[in-house]
């Protein structure tokens, strides 16, 4: 009929005596005899031309949200009613922004091969350049789920990384312990789009922590490191993560503020302006000193190595984030090997 309105003769054929049919009926998922027709899809108000389709053949349409009078929309998440005046607060105040940005990043058409780029892979790393080790940091790009990686680009510069490997280096201040150093964290922001790199480096004397970011979209082209809240002791061992529903920024890092320089603490610095200003807070109650406690060690003569920096790690939750640390117990082992892991929370 359609073919005849716009002038085509065709032929039709049909492999069966009936003509149409159900795509898919599930029929043993369900309990109690319920069956389920797979594969369609619900007609919306914005289909034209399905619409068009059925008003020419005459077909009859069901209104499923044709709900009885008094009826509303009932939600439940993370344990607790979600009221429709909750979803509206929070489409305006971030999904909103989340879902425009989702779809700016996203190409079109979208195909098995092209997809939004929130869902490429990011590596970051720092490598020796002409010799030597650990003064630049790199990215590579995965576009296939870590099936291949782009060739290693260069984004930013250590100007004096800091390196703690007794006997061969350590360039802090104190008594010596090995511990990570200087190494690019990297986080993305889905709310706009941009690779976020923290990261330490020696500045005026103590370790700071530096970010640097790029837009995904062009990851050639970075910010100017920036120091974050200025500290008046050493951080070491920074750790960023992202929430992803409002881009609030998250770290977490071994730091000397606290204690004149001398014993380290675990702090959290958090911003909700993408770097603009930031917030600090000790997560620690006791402060430590790294030297004093490690692992054992059959060569050393002490018979202990002195470590801090193993399982360092944060995540970031909508009303929270999360972290965890080596520090000190009083649960495992005997003085000084008396390391553990430990977990703790904070309230941006």
Same mark, same amino acid.
């Given at each position: 009929m359609l073919y005849a309105q716009k002038g085509w003769t065709s032929t039709i054929y049909e492999a069966t005596s009936d003509i149409g049919g159900r795509c898919e009926t599930q029929r043993s998922y369900w309990k109690n005899g319920l069956i389920a027709e797979m594969h369609g899809e619900f007609i919306s108000s914005e289909h034209s031309s399905v619409l068009g389709?059925?008003?020419?053949?005459n077909l009859s349409l069901d209104d499923t949200r044709a709900y009885p009078s008094g009826t509303v929309d009932t939600y439940w998440v993370n344990g607790a009613r979600y009221t429709q005046a909750?979803?509206?607060?929070?489409?305006?105040?971030?999904?909103?922004?989340?879902?425009?940005?989702?779809?700016?990043?996203?190409p079109w058409p979208q195909s098995y091969n092209s997809y939004n780029a929130t869902g490429y892979a990011y590596l970051t790393f720092d490598n020796s350049v002409q010799g030597g080790k650990g003064t630049a940091m790199f990215l590579s790009v995965s576009k296939d789920h870590g099936a291949t990686w782009s060739n290693s680009l260069k984004f930013a510069t250590f100007q004096n990384p800091v390196c703690l490997y007794p006997p061969y280096c350590f360039n802090i201040s104190g008594g010596q312990f090995r511990a990570p150093g200087s190494y690019p964290a990297p986080a993305f922001d889905p709310t706009t789009g941009?690779?976020? #790199?923290?990261? *330490?480096d020696i500045v005026n004397g103590k370790a700071q922590i530096l970010l640097t970011y790029a837009s995904v979209s062009d990851i050639t082209t970075w910010s100017a490191p920036a120091i974050v809240a200025p500290a008046a002791g050493d951080r070491i061992n920074v750790e960023l993560s992202v929430e992803p529903g409002s881009g609030r920024l998250d770290l977490m890092t071994n730091d000397r503020s606290y204690t004149g320089n001398t014993l380290f603490d675990v702090a959290y610095i958090t911003s909700s302006d993408g770097g603009s200003t930031w917030s600090t807070t000790r997560v620690t109650k006791t402060s430590w000193d790294p030297s004093a406690y490690g692992v054992p060690c059959g060569s050393c003569a002490s018979g202990v190595r002195?470590?801090?920096?193993?399982?360092?790690?944060?995540?970031?939750?909508?009303?929270?984030?999360?972290?965890?640390?080596?520090?000190?117990?009083?649960?495992?082992? #005997?003085?000084? *090997?008396?390391?553990?892991?430990?977990?703790?929370?904070?309230?941006?």
């Open positions: 389709l059925a008003s020419l053949f909750q979803l509206d607060a929070d489409w305006q105040s971030w999904a909103w922004s989340l879902f425009q940005s989702a779809i700016k990043q996203a941009r690779l976020y #790199v923290a990261y *330490t002195p470590f801090i920096g193993d399982y360092d790690g944060i995540i970031s939750l909508p009303g929270s984030a999360a972290m965890t640390w080596t520090g000190p117990g009083k649960t495992f082992g #005997v003085y000084p *090997t008396n390391l553990e892991v430990f977990f703790g929370s904070v309230t941006p």
